[in-house]
């Protein structure tokens, strides 16, 4: 059966993203400085084809966004200008800081006599190519965490990939990547340089669900953080950053990945037994490019048993909804504010005084109009136990609806399930004070 047509990308004036070769960006913006530097902020949308995050950029096209990315990369014009970067240069040695399984050895050690080249990766296909970087300006917002303020422009450098390296797995409108991780030439660190925003390496991230409108990123802020209410289209009464608990936050050498240390999971309240340092092995990994929280075997099963038990009612299991397997008929779902009143997941988190829980709006799934499946998935091609592979991987999903704030000065992770009156989607984006 022929896939029905996807939506032409929407337009979003306030954020175009120009990648141009670096002779033009003498013409094209001057030198800009400010006193009082704030944090920059940047739309975020939903592909509903493909479930990845985006940010707009030129005439409607976007970059997939990847927490686990550590470049900045889009495809060029033919005639595109490579900057005049050594091989030798501080920045060709941040561009090769992550390779990509695909991308092959590193350029340490070798002769090193040419311009420097990168190696960007299409974050759900894992191809790599080589690419020449460039420099480029982003245009973008400053915010006060209530609205826009004043358009800015972002120096960055970036690569420019082929266009093969695009693939049909990504949003029709995608150019490009744009890498949230902790490496030098991802955004978060690019944004920092140019704007020498007070909080360089923090960043609030508050994923939309699809169809629901645009959430957003924040970056070189701790906040403060304000979303409308759905009913008076009014600024909620707080600050959502003072909402926010907080859990470790990890990396790992030659690894860009996010991960939170977890002791344990709960279930309905109670703890569920898993094998001796299953959690341990492999960590809870924070990723983007998935659409669904993902766990290894060892995990899984202990968790949607305990969740398939906790139902209120035994006789709700239905049919299985690929990719789920655990599915039920929502009409005997009993409804409440936080979603269908099923059993809360939690992790638990190092030192057990904190949890991340996911109510039912984040643990569940409409499928079609009788059905709705836990969205948890088993991992495929993982053996249980595997200390090389997450022992779980939450996906883009359960991250909706939360403002996370990413703080690598600070090595935590804070997380606040957005109040129920509003949502991602309700960051006021018409323009404040200039």
Same mark, same amino acid.
């Given at each position: 059966?022929?896939?029905?047509?996807?939506?032409?990308?929407?337009?979003?004036?306030?954020?175009?993203?120009?990648?141009?070769?670096?002779?033009?960006?003498?013409?094209?913006?001057?030198?800009?400085?400010?006193?009082?530097?704030?944090?920059?902020?940047?739309? $975020?949308?939903?592909?509903?084809?493909?479930?990845?995050?985006?940010?707009?950029?030129?005439?409607?096209?976007?970059?997939?966004?990847?927490?686990?990315?550590?470049?900045?990369?889009?495809?060029?014009?033919?005639? &595109?200008? *490579?900057?005049?970067?050594?091989?030798?240069?501080?920045?060709?040695?941040?561009?090769?800081?992550?390779?990509?399984?695909?991308?092959?050895?590193?350029?340490?050690?070798?002769?090193?006599?040419?311009?420097?080249?990168?190696?960007?990766?299409?974050?759900?296909?894992?191809?790599?190519?080589?690419?020449?970087? $460039? &420099?480029?300006?982003?245009?973008?917002?400053?915010?006060?965490?209530?609205?826009? =303020?004043?358009?800015?422009?972002?120096?960055?450098?970036?690569?420019?990939?082929?266009?093969?390296?695009?693939?049909?797995?990504?949003?029709?409108?995608?150019?490009?990547?744009?890498?949230?991780?902790?490496?030098?030439?991802?955004?978060?660190?690019?944004?920092?340089?140019?704007?020498?925003?007070?909080?360089?390496?923090?960043?609030?991230?508050?994923?939309?669900?699809?169809?629901?409108?645009?959430?957003?990123?924040?970056?070189?802020?701790?906040?403060?953080?304000?979303?409308?209410?759905?009913?008076?289209?009014? *600024?909620?009464?707080?600050? =959502?950053?003072?909402?926010?608990?907080?859990?470790?936050?990890?990396?790992?050498?030659?690894?860009?990945?996010?991960?939170?240390?977890?002791?344990?999971?709960?279930?309905?309240?109670?703890?569920? *037994?898993?094998?001796?340092?299953?959690?341990?092995?492999?960590?809870?990994?924070?990723?983007?490019?998935?659409?669904?929280?993902?766990?290894?075997?060892?995990?899984?099963?202990?968790?949607?048993?305990?969740?398939?038990?906790?139902?209120?009612?035994?006789?709700?299991?239905?049919?299985? $909804?690929?990719?789920?397997?655990?599915?039920?008929?929502?009409?005997?779902?009993?409804?409440?504010?936080?979603?269908?009143?099923?059993?809360?997941?939690?992790?638990?988190?190092?030192?057990?005084?904190?949890?991340?829980?996911?109510?039912?709006?984040?643990?569940?799934?409409?499928?079609?109009?009788?059905?709705?499946? =836990?969205?948890?998935?088993?991992?495929?091609?993982?053996?249980?136990?595997? *200390?090389?592979?997450?022992?779980?991987?939450?996906?883009?999903?359960?991250?909706?609806? &939360?403002?996370?704030?990413?703080?690598?000065?600070?090595?935590?992770?804070?997380?606040?399930?957005?109040?129920?009156?509003?949502?991602?989607?309700?960051?006021?984006?018409?323009?404040?004070?200039?």
């Amino acid at each position: 059966m022929q896939a029905p047509p996807r939506k032409m990308p929407r337009r979003n004036p306030l954020l175009p993203l120009f990648l141009l070769p670096i002779s033009a960006l003498v013409l094209a913006w001057p030198a800009s400085c400010t006193a009082d530097p704030v944090p920059v902020l940047f739309p $975020v949308a939903k592909d509903p084809a493909t479930s990845l995050y985006t940010i707009p950029v030129r005439d409607g096209a976007s970059h997939v966004i990847d927490l686990a990315g550590p470049l900045l990369w889009s495809t060029c014009d033919d005639d &595109h200008l *490579p900057a005049n970067i050594s091989c030798r240069d501080r920045l060709c040695k941040l561009a090769n800081a992550y390779r990509a399984p695909s991308c092959g050895g590193g350029v340490a050690g070798h002769p090193c006599s040419k311009r420097c080249k990168a190696y960007p990766y299409n974050p759900v296909t894992g191809r790599c190519a080589a690419a020449d970087l $460039v &420099h480029t300006r982003l245009v973008a917002n400053t915010t006060d965490g209530r609205n826009p =303020l004043s358009q800015v422009p972002v120096r960055a450098v970036a690569a420019c990939a082929p266009r093969t390296l695009l693939d049909h797995r990504l949003p029709r409108d995608a150019t490009g990547v744009a890498g949230l991780s902790a490496a030098g030439l991802a955004l978060p660190a690019q944004v920092a340089t140019s704007q020498r925003v007070a909080n360089a390496n923090a960043f609030l991230l508050c994923l939309p669900r699809s169809g629901s409108g645009d959430g957003v990123a924040v970056f070189g802020g701790r906040g403060p953080f304000f979303l409308k209410l759905f009913v008076t289209g009014e *600024p909620s009464s707080g600050d =959502l950053t003072r909402t926010l608990q907080f859990a470790p936050l990890r990396s790992r050498p030659g690894n860009p990945l996010y991960y939170v240390p977890v002791s344990g999971v709960a279930v309905g309240r109670a703890p569920v *037994p898993l094998p001796p340092r299953a959690l341990a092995a492999g960590g809870v990994v924070l990723c983007t490019r998935v659409p669904y929280t993902a766990l290894r075997p060892d995990v899984y099963r202990p968790v949607v048993e305990a969740f398939d038990r906790g139902l209120v009612r035994s006789d709700m299991r239905v049919a299985a $909804v690929p990719p789920f397997e655990f599915c039920y008929n929502r009409t005997l779902l009993p409804p409440t504010r936080l979603g269908y009143g099923v059993p809360e997941i939690a992790l638990l988190l190092e030192g057990g005084k904190q949890e991340w829980t996911f109510v039912g709006s984040s643990s569940m799934v409409d499928v079609d109009a009788r059905t709705a499946c =836990l969205a948890l998935l088993e991992m495929k091609g993982v053996k249980a136990g595997d *200390p090389s592979a997450a022992a779980v991987v939450v996906g883009g999903f359960q991250m909706e609806d &939360h403002l996370l704030q990413f703080d690598l000065d600070k090595k935590q992770l804070g997380f606040a399930r957005v109040p129920i009156p509003s949502a991602c989607s309700n960051f006021n984006f018409t323009r404040g004070r200039q």
